[in-house]
């Protein structure tokens, strides 16, 4: 291969040169792997600081912990935190001429390391673009910036009457930025389903500083590709996202609860099928604990009293919501009498309250926060076939407590949508057993044609088995995305792919 | 620019090369606009009919009227109707050689030209590759050829309990592989969205040939980018759709409908919402009719009986679907009763049977037949604001009959979407007033910030619009995205873009 020539460009040059201009800075196609700076770091940092004000750019020990994960030894070399698109273009400007890595963060609640920084590279956090635009109740939608939380997001849809269809328990923190990066899931998706199906438009700026303003408020829109998609899921590694249109649905308070005990295995399915046949739009959670997680609950969460007895296969807390709570009590109790009495599930309690719902959650809820009691625990998040779980979660045990006599499985998950989150706790050194349980999980997962991120991402912690869920013609398109959206590669470096 | 040089390679080229490589064949990198055949086009017929069986192959008197758009003076080259992907492959091998511009067909349903193809262009028809693999109850999926029909796919899901979430009049036509081509709507997308939204998987055809097998059955999969969005509601411009998997629907069988009279124009939306906090999931269907469609349904249809009086400003037609048709029969008559009393409708009638249900969804479906009653007309799909629509719909009528006095102008929609038909008999040449119309009605659109197509898409037709409706920095991402993935414009060029 040749070095650059100058005066010599050829058509094929000619030809990628005219694509890729409105996108790049001049010169800056050529660029993979990154060449050497163009720019010194001094004057990158100096550039910085005169495009944002003053506590737009941390330095040094004024980078807290919040921009940091646990496992990290090292600090970026600095934290931006731009109020809007206009300096996040100029940031992206500065950064794609000194050829500078940037690493996008929102609430750090991610679980894959898709927001770790090290000393290289820049953070660009949202927690400054946390500004709720409003909210059109006309079309149903909410227009707010990336750093807004999804917590403050549910509040201001509440205040009109309506909700965010996106839930899950960290939303105090988790940014609406991150979610979409992510396609971030959560409980509520087997009636509204991911981030993804709530986004309806979004503003977002690519690898050289150009804003692409798509903020679509329509429900319907097909003039020309839906670009939104470039992006949701993406991780930060094609463009940043600055701000979101959420599609909102009216609020209905009129929610029942159960808890279920199943013993037989293709009981849940079973029930999943009556519930979907007589509630319909009415059923929004459906959620499955394993007996080993209910025998964690007992043990390490006294405070949190089951109605139901131990030592069942199966316990499921599910939410019927419409416009009358009593209505809906009365019919789950209806088609869960039927379910009993048809063999299809052992035992249901139906909560007569709001406090009991809160009781019934907090089974599948709080025991998160007591997981250490185990030791070091690796967390999994993967989707498969319904039919393939049972026999998925009785071989993953079997197979881990074989390779690590002293491990503790745990499974839960949002089976409506086919996705089961294990806990593993090795009882012995982490870092040779997460390899091991990685093996065996991933390796079943395979198998089995699931995938091996249902909601989380890959970010960096599962990089190495992207290839056993998509096909080699799948990760090619993946870096030919990734390459004309970050010929530089810039963007979230070394994360997804 | 100078001309391509052997032997010379810069950097950059190399770069592109490296990227392209692994989705293009050798030397196709180069060429747009494309430049002369490589093969000739006996040789490429060769090789065709060498690839292809018999039946695979139609040329001259053989290309009947379906390959055909009505208006259409010329015919393709040929008509090419492989069975799977691999001989897609074949196909989009040979074209990449020959630099052979392609046109995908499915049911040639679409309104805007999406499918036409002239004389220098080959069809791909999906006509043949019209197979259910098969259904997966456990995950409520099935897995269908570009080919099948609507109506196949949903009589299938039917004999199993579940529904296809996708429905409109010309489903005996329409394949699936051209709804997801064009992301159809419909009338059920204010439960269930877009085709979309239904699509968990797809294999795809790439120009050079490349079989992308994205057959995901996970309603969650969060492993790396999302690739069938990059072909959903693309128009066969970036890959040819060969299979996909569906998402279905349980399906509920008690629903009941309702026709309202409402004179105010904010009775709309707040109706809507109405519906949607007393319904919740169970809204389905929510279409309304302006009075002049209205009128001429009881000119033009005398069959078709309407309960309620004529001249009110809108007639609604809603559907409630759950398990019990009394049921929901009861529920809807109290909403509407309250609606009543409150000032919000005029009048409603609830259908007391299937029968009178069918009866009330004909005065919404069985005009278009008629329609050339009026002469020559237009037709036009728009999205806007909910709270714009009044207006909108005012001002069009308005600014038409001032251009051209003969016309009728003819307002329905999918109102719950934001989606609005408009139907336009000029009453004067067609050519001319063509142009004025869509002046004046992308023109307000343009104005609203709505989208020129709400769901049929871009095609031919609307190509001029679609900067009426996305910006210019969409516009170039757009065109980036066609130049990467189909870098020598053989993929149904001069669509959309």
Redesign the interface.
Known sequence: ?????K???????????A??S??LPAGA????PAPPLVMTRDALLAGLRATLDQDGILTGDAIGKRYLTRKQDDKPLAVLRPRNAAEVSAIMKLCSTARQPVVPQGGMTGLVGGGVAHRNELVISSERMNVIDGV?T??RTMTVGAGVTLKDAQDRAATL?FMVPLDFGIRKIATIGGMVS??A?GEE?V?Y??T??SVLGLEVV?ADG?????L????????????K??F???EGT?GLVTRAVLRL??R?DGAATALVAIDKPDGV?ELL?HL???L???LTKFEIMWADYDAFVRKYCPDLKSPLGPGHTYYLVTDA???DAEFERERLKKVLARAKKSGVIVNAAIAKDEAERRSFWALREEAGAKFSEMGPFFGYDV?????DMPAFGARIKREITAALPAAQVLILG?VG???MHLVVAPGTPAEEAHHKCNEIIYGAIREL??????????GTE?KDY?AW???P?????????K???D?LGILNPGK??
């Open positions: 291969m040749a070095t650059p020539t005066g010599l460009v050829s058509r094929r040059q000619a030809v990628g040169a694509i890729l409105p996108l196609q050529a660029a993979t059109n006309a079309d009457g992510t396609n899931g998706v009636r389903g991911m993804r199906e690519l150009t804003i692409v303003t798509s679509n408020q329509l429900i319907k829109n097909n003039a020309g590709y839906d670009l998609h470039l949701i899921g993406t094609l649905r009216r209905q399915p099928r979907e046949e007589e319909g739009g009415a919501v419409g416009n989707s498969l076939s319904l039919a949002h949508d086919g996705n044609h699931g995938s091996v991120s249902a909601e989380h991402g890959i599962k992207l869920s998509r096909s013609e799948e990760i090619v398109l993946m870096r030919t995305l390459q004309t959206l010929p997804v792919l």
